[in-house]
């Protein structure tokens, strides 16, 4: 399905009739830069996870830590005895 000049004419005018000459510019350098961030979002995906991302512990070590710190800390111990 090719869209031809006629087609590409029309759909001009009626973006121009909705938005206006003024915002027709605006809304194209939008366009542009959501199209530039979506690539660099892509190549970024494809290279791999980032140095500067935040790494999600594994579940043994999120666990290590919990019990660690809800042993520290003195509510943790009053309704640790509670529980017993």
Request: glycine share 8%; aromatic share 2%; hydrophobic share 40%.
């Amino acid at each position: 399905m090719d869209i031809g000049p006629p087609e590409w004419i029309i759909i001009g005018i009626v973006l121009l009739l909705l938005f206006g000459s003024s915002k027709i510019p605006e809304l194209a350098r939008n366009l542009g830069r959501a199209q530039s961030e979506l690539k660099r979002g892509l190549a970024e995906g494809r290279k791999g996870p980032c140095d500067d991302a935040v790494s999600t512990p594994d579940p043994a070590s999120a666990a290590a830590e919990s019990a660690t710190t809800s042993l520290a800390s003195p509510s943790a111990s009053v309704v640790h005895d509670l529980d017993v």
